[in-house]
């Protein structure tokens, strides 16, 4: 356990000294940092809501008369805060966190590897690419089509990460996280695809 480098009683891992108030050096975890159990799963409100009050505990007008320690955590703090608020708010950023802070290797997917189920709808959807591309407007409804079953597998994606953020909040059972790093790099490999339509449709469109 820590001490307050202000007043020297022990610290409970608060931003804050719970004697002195002085501003303590600040946690890199970000569901530390945020006083959250690492659950996958989160209340966006309750996120929200310790967002506003730590920018507001740490608002720089309320450090221009302290120490200079404080003045350097409370620009750490502020740092770690928005970095925290922006992954921890976005379920796929969260759960690759969690992922690498339990060990896990996530490597960029890489989008000549095409999962093997995707296979045969990947290769119909890049023929259709190639019609359009080279003038054929007739590959218009087709991709459209295409489109929107990606899509949907996209949304079928989230809703089991949903499933598997309840297991392993339930159970901590690390089969369920290398389930969610399976379908997080299928929904990437999605994710890329429909971008990449999406922006064919809107070229072509035009
Ligand atoms: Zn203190």
């Known amino acids: 356990m820590e001490a307050c480098w202000q007043c020297g009683h022990p610290q409970h ?3 804050f000294c719970q004697f002195c108030n ?4 600040p946690t890199p975890d970000y569901y530390r940092f945020l006083g959250l159990e690492r659950k996958l799963s989160l209340d966006s409100k309750d996120l929200q809501n310790r ?3 730590l920018s507001r505990l740490l608002h720089p007008d309320r450090y221009l008369r302290r120490t200079p320690k404080e003045r350097q955590y409370s620009l750490e703090a502020t740092a770690i805060l928005n970095d925290a608020y922006r992954v921890l708010r976005d379920h796929v950023l969260r759960a690759e966190y969690v992922l690498k802070e339990e060990g896990f290797n996530i490597g960029e997917q ?3 590897n095409v999962p093997p ?12 690419l190639e019609e359009l ?5 007739s590959a218009r409804p087709q991709l459209c089509e295409a489109y929107a079953r990606f899509v949907a597998m996209q949304d079928e994606a989230d809703n089991r990460l949903s499933e598997l953020f309840r297991r392993y909040d339930t159970t901590g059972d690390r089969e369920a996280l290398a389930e969610v790093r399976g379908v997080l790099n299928r929904r ?12 064919e ?4 469109a035009a």
């Open 13 to 15: 891992e608060s931003l």
């Open 22 to 25: 002085s501003l303590q050096r």
């Open 51 to 53: 967002f506003y009050n």
């Open 110 to 112: 890489r989008s000549e």
């Open 117 to 128: 189920e995707l296979l045969e709808e990947v290769f119909e959807l890049n023929l259709a």
């Open 133 to 137: 591309r080279g003038g054929d407007s």
């Open 188 to 199: 990437k490999y999605i994710r890329n695809l429909v971008s990449e339509v999406e922006k």
């Open 201 to 204: 449709l809107a070229a072509s």
